[in-house]
């Protein structure tokens, strides 16, 4: 539960905490509990070009574009142990900052911020992922479920596979 008594940046930043958390410890069902049920999950590919930026407003790819159903499953094959991408399990930590409250006409709002993840697997591999996220939460009673959220990876390259939630 979130206090009421602070303002909406500071109850929009403790739930980012709570949800970095979830992650972190990897208790992925509690994090899907916080994701509403008509949830859009999505992460385009960063495009490279030369010239003047694309007019089509949609990316050539999507990294991830999910509902719930498509969370779940992900979500799922990740509980089996046995997806070959999280195999040896990874250990991850999650910054998230620049927490901005652009909007807010209840029962949502749109916030943006900026976040850092850092995964280590088998003590020698070390992946970052920067970039950040526009999300649209729908506001409840005990605090936020994450409607929509975009991810714009600051990445034009990526090292590895990515499985991970940001």
Known sequence: MIDSGVSLRERVAAFYAYETM???ENRLRDWLD???DEI????PMRETRLGPPSSNPNPPFYLYNDDKTSLDTRVAR???GMALVESPPAASQRLVTDVHVLSSEPPF???RSSFL???VRDERNETQFTGRRTDRLRVVDNGFRILRRDILLVHYVL???ISMFF
């Open 159 to 161: 090292s590895r596979t």
């Open 117 to 119: 993840v850092v995964q």
């Open 109 to 111: 709002l749109v916030a």
């Open 40 to 43: 859009r999950y999505v992460m």
């Open 34 to 36: 916080l994701c509403d």
């Open 22 to 24: 979830l992650l972190d």
């Open 78 to 80: 990740l509980e089996t």
